[in-house]
């Protein structure tokens, strides 16, 4: 902090601080957009905090008595991000971006199903799936 000043300002804050107190404006504010989309919600964050940030973030939208529920799109680079997902919530959605054989881009969607359920029972996170090429998104190298 500069010598002589006596408060806080965004000036002070670390970019990753700036990101979360972004995202909780949009979960909280009552006047926040009814739909938002962040990209690299991930960015300037430790992947554990990362994880934390969206596991929260994820509570205070589906918390049923909160009449202010914003619907945020959010992308992430970050694995551990997708074990916040409550994936057996079907208001949580997530979304997979791939390329055929043409390079066009298929978008499909991951749903909860009891094959899932049964490998995340079996240690198998929604991280170590994607990062062995389970869920699809990665590039075949």
């Known amino acids: 902090m500069v010598e002589g000043r006596d408060w806080l300002s965004a000036f002070d804050a670390s970019e990753g601080a700036l990101?979360?107190?972004?995202?909780?404006?949009?979960?909280?504010?009552p006047k926040a957009p009814a739909l938002a989309a962040v990209d690299n919600v991930d960015q300037a964050l430790n992947p554990r905090l990362a994880k934390a940030l969206v596991e929260a973030i994820q509570a205070v939208l589906l918390d049923d008595r909160r009449e202010?529920?914003?619907?945020?799109?959010?992308?992430?680079?970050?694995?551990l991000v997708l074990d916040a997902l409550r994936?057996?919530?079907?208001?949580?959605r997530l979304f997979v971006a791939d390329r055929n054989n043409l390079g066009e881009t298929v978008i499909r969607r991951i749903e909860f199903s009891e094959a899932l359920d049964k490998a995340q029972g079996g240690g198998m996170t929604l991280s170590r799936l994607w990062l062995s090429g389970l869920l699809g998104g990665v590039p075949n190298v």
């Open 19 to 29: 990101y979360v107190t972004f995202l909780a404006v949009l979960a909280l504010h």
């Open 68 to 79: 202010h529920r914003p619907q945020l799109i959010l992308t992430a680079h970050n694995p």
């Open 87 to 92: 994936l057996s919530d079907d208001r949580v």
